[in-house]
């Protein structure tokens, strides 16, 4: 294999891994502010729960908690985890190759 083209597979690898770790960090700034009773008419604060809510689409409401903050923690939180996996996961998988 290449140089060059081991270089790239690097690089999309690096990309991927960022952009993994990008999507947690918006989801962890949402749970941080819903639970520390961010202003929600803030539009910083609207705009990371709206881009949270679409990344988390699939596990926001998975959990049925009594609490809201352990639904918000559990359901936010699990689409972090699986994002940083899953984008950490495939990054390396590149890496190797």
Same mark, same amino acid.
């Not at 690898?13 to 999507?23: E, K, L, P, Q, S």
């Given at each position: $294999?290449?140089? *060059?083209?081991? !270089?790239?597979? @690097?690089?999309?690898?690096?990309? %991927?891994?960022?952009? /993994?770790?990008?999507? &947690? ?7 941080? $502010?819903?639970? *520390?009773?961010? !202003?929600?008419? @803030?539009?910083?604060?609207?705009? %990371?729960?709206?881009? /949270?809510?679409?990344? &988390? ?41």
């Amino acid at each position: $294999m290449s140089p *060059l083209y081991r !270089n790239s597979t @690097n690089q999309a690898g690096r990309v %991927i891994a960022i952009v /993994a770790d990008i999507m &947690a960090v918006i989801l962890g700034l949402w749970i941080l $502010m819903y639970l *520390l009773d961010a !202003n929600q008419a @803030n539009d910083f604060v609207q705009f %990371i729960h709206d881009a /949270a809510q679409w990344l &988390a689409g699939w596990s926001h409401d998975l959990f049925t908690f009594d609490e809201s903050w352990a639904r918000v923690v559990a359901g936010y939180g699990l689409a972090a985890v699986v994002y940083l996996f899953v984008g950490h996961a495939v990054a390396n998988r590149m890496h190797r190759h």
